[in-house]
């Protein structure tokens, strides 16, 4: 017989938008303990992934020469022309980056 987890979701106060009135509601789930390790796997990459991604996303950029970021992106041949006029047009309209 397969081994199964119970998993109880506490009381989350949900509005319902017809009436705003504040509905309380508990669910129950039962998931087999392989599937319960392979959700949590998963749930504990992603968490590890947001918290690097943010550190990255509030860092400034290695270098504000808009110059620079083309010649470097140019240099892959990942990108075509077409995207990088474009990506060059929108980081000249940027006050961050400088010529």
Same mark, same amino acid.
Do not use: C
């Given at each position: 017989?397969? $081994? /199964?987890? @119970?998993? #109880? ?5 949900? #509005?319902?938008?017809?009436? !705003?009135?504040?509905?309380? =509601?508990? !669910?129950?789930?039962?998931? %087999? #303990?392989?599937?319960?390790? $392979?959700?949590?796997? &998963? +749930?504990?990459?992603?968490? &590890?992934?947001? *918290?690097?991604?943010? $550190?990255?996303? *509030? /860092?400034?950029?290695? =270098?504000?020469?808009?110059? @620079? ?7 892959? @041949?990942?990108?075509?022309? %077409? *995207?990088? $006029?474009?990506? +060059? &047009?929108?980081?000249?309209?940027? /006050?961050? *980056? #400088?010529?």
């Amino acid at each position: 017989m397969h $081994e /199964s987890r @119970k998993l #109880t979701a506490s009381a989350l106060p949900l #509005t319902d938008n017809a009436t !705003n009135a504040s509905i309380r =509601t508990m !669910n129950t789930i039962v998931l %087999k #303990t392989a599937e319960y390790q $392979e959700l949590k796997t &998963r +749930a504990d990459a992603y968490d &590890r992934l947001v *918290f690097a991604v943010r $550190e990255e996303i *509030f /860092s400034p950029p290695p =270098t504000r020469n808009r110059a @620079k970021i083309i010649s470097e992106l140019k240099k892959t @041949k990942r990108y075509n022309n %077409k *995207f990088l $006029e474009s990506l +060059a &047009r929108g980081l000249k309209r940027s /006050s961050y *980056f #400088t010529s």
